[in-house]
């Protein structure tokens, strides 16, 4: 009996003894797991397990743990050249080694198995899951970044219309996309010319890059001998003919690239080639629209005006006729047509003068647009006031015409879509800024107060904003909240 009350506390203080080992090993394993953060580095969370792992040990003051991954060795801050036995869990990512966690011993020390080896694997497999996320994390990273620059890129060629500032755009989220966005270059090549970028600095590319004409010796397909050190290259199809190239190279060349990195530069050089189509098409549109207002203007003022004219003289005629023979009735026919006539004589010369406006070269942009406002005036029966708050002077007749172009479409859809009786045209300059409204009291977009950065509207429409973007203005279509529309342009002046 005596022998048994004895046994009794030796076993209760062993499994004390078990308990407590077994409460170190959880506690540290739930260290572990709480410092098994995404944004940690390598080294960081090996040195956090060093902290929580060791003490769990049955000799901790003699205990050196070592990590080895893909290569890299990291040993704890205690490690002894002494030990001779070591207890060694392997670290799989994703099914396949990647390294070993080791923890080893004094000759002298025996381990505690299998309690320790179970607690070993336990931590590299939470070292190993870690991993795991860590690669997805980056790989979600890399495929963000990726997504970002095509939208970005994509954003900023619906805005630029210049290919200077296209590939200007392109640099500026291409470069920093990549691996090593320090030592990247990009270089397009398009329609003769070659674009370089500049240098990429804190994520940051500069903005000054190299211009310059292609020469004909190496117009054709690219090839090692020009860019030794270009390791991506994709072509820019235009209507399905070569018409350049993007290509991509690392300073000091040997640097692989990913497969999305490729893909990425492939896609970039897709929507170029896609932007150069569409803004062909655009200069197409807009030259064939333009070309159509000058020949129809030359037809009023040529034949149908000489024509309505030739009628009146000989109603005129007619008139003089009926006089000399008494028909009273007759001659008040034939001078009704003449007046009619005539009146339609002024009315076709002046919408070719609005179609054919030969007095923005001579008098200038207000000058044209106080004639416009004339004209509209006597031809329909709307009110116009033409309003400039200070002397405008544009020298580039093409800057001149496009704005007299818009003004004239936002005036057809005023009076033919907006069933307007008022219309205002309000330009100005403050400091740099050239300010263009067009407003009216017609029935107005859906939506009152609404700010229309771009509408779906007919081919005017369209025009009206590739015109704003030719001129680098911001254009604008604005439902008034008092009724009507309001037309505003924004441009910097020179």
């Not at 931590?123 to 899951?129: E, K, M, P, Q, W």
């Not at 009206?464 to 529309?485: C, D, H, N, P, W």
Request: proline fraction near 3%; charged fraction near 25%; include cysteine.
């Amino acid at each position: 009996m005596r022998e048994k009350s004895e046994q009794f506390p030796k076993e209760l203080i062993h499994t004390e003894i078990e308990l407590r080992e077994q409460l170190k090993e959880i506690t540290s394993l739930y260290e572990i797991c709480r410092s098994l953060t995404p944004d940690l580095s390598l080294g960081t969370i090996c040195q956090n397990i060093f902290k929580y792992l060791i003490p769990a040990m049955r000799y901790p003051e003699s205990t050196t743990v070592v990590i080895e991954i893909d290569g890299k060795r990291i040993a704890s801050a205690h490690s002894n050249s002494s030990t001779t036995h070591e207890l060694k869990s392997i670290i799989h990512v994703n099914s396949k080694p990647h390294g070993h966690l080791s923890v080893c011993y004094p000759k002298e020390k025996s381990f505690l198995m299998p309690d320790e080896q179970r607690f070993i694997d336990t931590i590299a497999s939470y070292l190993a899951t870690w991993l795991e996320r860590k690669q997805i994390d980056q790989l979600l990273h890399e495929r963000l970044k990726e997504i970002t620059c095509l939208y970005e890129i994509r954003s900023g060629m619906e805005r630029e219309l210049v290919v200077d500032k296209a590939c200007q755009n392109i640099f500026g989220h291409l470069i920093p996309a990549m691996q090593f966005p320090e030592i990247a270059t990009v270089v397009i090549e398009l329609d003769g010319w070659k674009f370089t970028s500049g240098k990429c600095s804190s994520g940051i590319v500069e903005v000054p890059y190299a211009k310059s004409r292609i020469s004909h010796k190496v117009r054709d397909y690219w090839r090692a001998e020009r860019d030794p050190a270009c390791t991506i290259q994709a072509e820019i199809i235009v209507n399905s003919k070569i018409s350049g190239q993007l290509r991509v190279f690392y300073e000091g060349g040997n640097i692989p690239m990913m497969p999305e990195e490729q893909k990425l530069v492939s896609a970039i050089a897709r929507d170029l080639g896609s932007w150069v189509e569409h803004k062909h098409l655009e200069q197409t549109l807009v030259s064939i629209a333009e070309q159509q207002q000058r020949a129809i203007g030359q037809e009023l003022h040529d034949n149908l005006g000489q024509q309505i004219a030739a009628i009146g003289y000989q109603a005129s005629a007619l008139s003089k006729k009926c006089i000399a023979i008494g028909d009273e009735s007759m001659t008040v026919v034939a001078d009704s047509i003449a007046a009619q006539a005539q009146t339609a004589v002024i009315q076709v010369k002046q919408l070719a003068q609005g179609l054919l406006p030969f007095e923005l070269e001579t008098n200038g942009l207000v000058a044209s647009l106080r004639a416009l406002v004339s004209r509209i005036s006597n031809i329909y029966t709307v009110s116009l006031d033409f309003l400039c708050a200070n002397d405008l002077d544009i020298n580039d007749t093409g800057k001149a015409l496009d704005l007299y172009r818009i003004v004239q479409e936002a005036i057809n859809n005023a009076i033919r879509h907006g069933g307007a009786k008022h219309i205002t045209i309000f330009l100005a300059i403050e400091g740099k800024t050239l300010h263009l409204s067009i407003y009216d009291d017609g029935c107005g977009f859906v939506g009152s107060g609404t700010n229309h950065t771009s509408v779906e509207g007919g081919m005017g429409i369209r025009i009206m904003q590739y015109r704003a973007k030719r001129l680098e203005a911001k254009l604008q279509f604005i439902s008034r909240t008092v009724g009507g529309t309001e037309v505003r342009l924004k441009m910097q002046m020179a």
